[in-house]
């Protein structure tokens, strides 16, 4: 009894020795971020962090006895099993509905004969869910996915779609992306994302050829890592991906124990206390004997819910939306090549007050010369091939908490859209290739697979010429 008291007594010293080392991790991870007493280059605060991050990854897993490799930490338990069993068996007619209907959201009529084909459901059901999957589907690509399109430029850093495509090929991704909107409904999110992956991947390659024999600007980056402090908002970044990767992962085990697959462990992976992935291990073999719409439904659960927190979180953004927008202002700020008054806040322009100007026109011509008066002083550009003058306007908040709710509520909305069609990609990494290979044969599915890992390797090529 005296031994186990003492032993329970270590480990709740080792557990509070583990909070204590995660709180000074925020700390120390927040201090290198936020450091702007000299101008270090961002790669630098990125090592930095990721040095701290490794030490106590190794640190963390000592405390908690838990597997460690390179600084990341797996944690195993099997405490939350029997809770998940729970909700599997009490709300299951609740879960298998909405699952079959986030598998026509996400795959279009690919999901409703797959639905029509291996389910035991009547022909009435099949109809009914593929129409209500149909329908958020139409109105995800035409109302939510533009809005999340802004609020991604908004809180992810170093990404922005209107500089990611050269003016003269405009034109033509307005026409591949009408192309993308048909195919939507016939393959879901899995053939539109293919499709419109490839095609850019296509585009990155000629126009880095083009940068290489003439000497023209690199097209810009349309892909990020995802990095809460660097890429995304810091605290709101860690909350949005512990909501992402818990629920993806736990909707995984429900669908598991809907088809009475036992569970062998669930878990989280962290570098230091950053969470980067989430686990649950349903017994492979249990699982390989189960129907096809079983396996299915338990592979298709993690993006049918990143869709269904989508959506909530879209319907929150329209409730929270006038109370947001009457706390924001907007400066005017320069962004264009003259290094000493990058992100100066514009004064006026030709005498002009800023808060006056009209960017809805363009009142300058190539090569017109522009007086620029900011909080750093006054310089003179000229209009660029664009008639663009390298100003533009950026909003902050004037409340903290505000802008604290906003950011938390978009990165709900963009993380959990792109992960969701991101997830349904038809490479052996993600779930959509374990969908169709549930379904179809197997023979062609390797060469789609390699086709898109290369399609998404080349997203990042532009990188190299930043």
Known sequence: MKKAGEKMKSENKKQLYAVLLAIINIILLY?????????????????????????????????????????????????????????????EKIIVVLCDITLIWGLGLLGSYILYKHSKKSIRRTLMISLVGLFLLVFTLFYIAPIVSVLSMSVISGIDYSTAIAESQEQMFDMMLDISKILVVVGGYMMFFVFLLVYSSVM???????????????????????????????????????????FHELSHGFLARVAKVKLESVGVVLIGILPIGAFVEPNEKELEKRSVIEKVRTFMAGSGVNFIILFISFLVFLIAEPYLSSQIDYNVVYYGNITEFKDAVVISVNDIPAKELNFSEIPYKKGDEVRVLTDRGEFITFADEKNMIGIVQKTYFENSVAEFVFNLIALCMVLNFFVAIFNLLPAFIFDGYKILESVFDKKYLKYINYLIILSILIQFLPWLWK
């Open 31 to 91: 201090s290198i971020i936020n450091f702007d007493y000299y101008e270090v280059p961002i790669i630098l605060k990125v090592l930095a962090g990721l040095l701290v991050l490794v030490v106590s990854g190794y640190k963390l897993g000592e405390l908690l006895n838990q597997n460690v490799w390179h600084g990341i930490v797996m944690f195993r338990s099997k405490k939350m099993i029997e809770e998940i069993d729970y909700i599997a068996r009490r709300f």
């Open 204 to 246: 990155i390659i000629y126009n880095l050829i083009l940068t290489v024999m003439t000497g023209v600007q690199a097209p810009e980056p349309s892909a990020v890592m995802i990095i809460p402090g660097v890429s995304i908002p810091f605290f709101e970044g860690i909350i949005a991906m512990i909501i992402l990767l818990a």
